[in-house]
């Protein structure tokens, strides 16, 4: 198994467009992800987060060659995305988790 974990910074002058970005459109894309087995689109609660909000999206992987084939195709293509529809006001950050162990 392999995960991505993708966290989506967004401000707050883009909040709802972005939640509605994230309700149709982000959930519409990731439904339709041929390598990825399993997903958890979530909104992050942080206290850590004073300007804008977060949202994660957990990505679970066969292996890493699916993860790398979905980083090299879908990732571009959904940041492209989002940074022509939102520019800097929302931004992509990318997390590489290599389970050791886990209990599904």
């Known amino acids: 198994m392999s995960v991505l974990s993708l966290t989506f910074h967004n401000t707050n002058e883009v909040k709802p467009q972005w939640e509605n970005y994230v309700d149709n459109e982000l959930h519409e894309m990731v439904e339709n992800l041929m390598d990825a087995e399993r997903y958890l689109l979530s909104e992050v ?3 850590l987060v004073n ?5 994660n999206l957990l990505l679970m992987f066969e292996n890493t060659e699916k993860r790398q084939d979905f980083i090299e195709i879908e990732l571009k293509n959904i940041t492209e995305h989002i940074e022509t529809r939102f520019g800097q006001e ?6 590489f988790l290599n389970p050791k162990k886990a209990r599904w």
Do not use: M, R
Not at 51 to 55: F, I, L, M
Not at 90 to 95: A, K, M
């Open 45 to 47: 609660e942080s206290d």
């Open 51 to 55: 300007e804008g909000q977060n949202t």
């Open 90 to 95: 929302v931004l992509v950050f990318t997390t």
